[in-house]
């Protein structure tokens, strides 16, 4: 069976460098937008055989992580989960990812440059981003399956506040990826 492919990513920035034959959708930043593009763009598609890859540059939230990344799961990071189970809900802030490589990405809506708020998240997850928990979630809701495709562009401190000069080197590897695993 061959895939049926959608990428989508958060910026324009993160997959200038992809192939062209591969149908990309651009979600602008945050969770509240990748949730609600993702699932327009599900909802106008035969899902069919279709896999979405979300493409996109992370901070590390631990010294020494760079590369490229699968994470297995994705924590919704700046909601009250606790107390909201308190209340008997469950508030599905971790979602659990197909074909990882077992590192934990958290996502929500703060651009990490804090170093306290680093060592928290970091207590809990290796990576950082701000709209694969939108993603993952709309994928769910339409069962889709998704692979989170994640480089470490920043070390989510106060050097990612340049990460519009680092984007260009996730870019090159993150294409290089899909190069190599999305034929």
């Not at 990071?77 to 934990?104: C, F, K, Q, S, W």
């Not at 804090?114 to 207590?123: G, H, K, N, S």
């Not at 260009?168 to 190599?180: F, G, P, Q, T, V």
Request: hydrophobic share 45%; glycine share 8%.
């Amino acid at each position: 069976m061959v895939n049926n492919y959608l990428v989508v990513a958060a910026t324009r920035a993160e997959v200038k460098y992809l192939p062209g034959h591969l149908p990309v959708v651009i979600t602008g930043i945050g969770k509240t937008a990748a949730a609600v593009i993702t699932a327009q763009a599900l909802s106008d598609r035969d899902r069919r055989d279709l896999v979405v890859i979300n493409l996109g540059s992370t901070g590390a939230l631990r010294d020494g992580l760079d590369g490229v990344y699968l994470p297995s799961s994705v924590i919704n990071h700046d909601m009250n989960a606790d107390a909201i189970r308190a209340l008997g809900y469950d508030p599905a802030d971790v979602l659990p990812i197909e074909g990882g490589d077992g590192t934990v990405l958290a996502s929500g809506d703060t651009f990490v440059t804090d170093p306290v708020i680093r060592a928290r998240l970091a207590e809990r997850a290796h990576l950082v981003d701000m709209e694969a928990y939108g993603i993952a979630y709309a994928c769910r809701q339409y069962d889709v399956p998704l692979r989170l495709v994640k480089h470490v562009s920043d070390n989510a401190d106060e050097s990612s506040v340049d990460w519009p000069a680092l984007v260009d080197r996730s870019a090159h590897a993150l294409a290089d990826w899909a190069k190599a695993n999305l034929t």
